[in-house]
């Protein structure tokens, strides 16, 4: 059974750095897109950034270039996804999703609309 499980949130000072990882049991990364989006109260879910299995593209929001990465292992048969995230600030303040899809197509893409599995979220507070 497909499952998506993030860790790693927390409360960190603006600045700070925090490293979410998102493990994914249940099938193997061939051919997925894996994507981390996040959701603050009173906003709707936004995509933050997401990577193929399948060649490594990634894409980011504009609001986090520069200061997220998200990467992949596959270590131990383990496979996980993880996103860095340095330079924080208190607008990124929000619950942090993991989520996936198989596609063949190359290129993964920000949309909510284009996953169809979903962790059940980890928290990241950004405040002094």
């Known amino acids: 059974q497909l499952q998506l499980v993030e860790s790693g949130g927390g409360l960190v000072q603006p600045g700070g750095s925090l490293r979410l990882s998102c493990a994914a049991s249940g099938f193997t990364l061939d051919y997925y897109h894996i994507g981390w989006f996040r959701q603050a109260p009173g906003k709707e879910r936004e995509g933050v950034s997401c990577?193929?299995?399948?060649?490594?593209?990634?894409?980011?929001a504009d609001s986090v270039k520069g200061r997220f990465t998200i990467s992949i292992s596959r270590d131990n048969a383990k496979n996980t996804v993880y996103l860095q995230m340095n330079s924080l600030k208190p607008e990124d303040t929000a619950i942090y999703y993991c989520a996936s899809v198989h596609t063949l197509f190359r290129q993964c893409v920000l949309s909510r609309n284009a996953y169809n599995s979903w962790g059940q979220g980890t928290q990241v507070t950004v405040s002094s």
């Open positions: 990577i193929s299995s399948t060649g490594g593209r990634t894409n980011y």
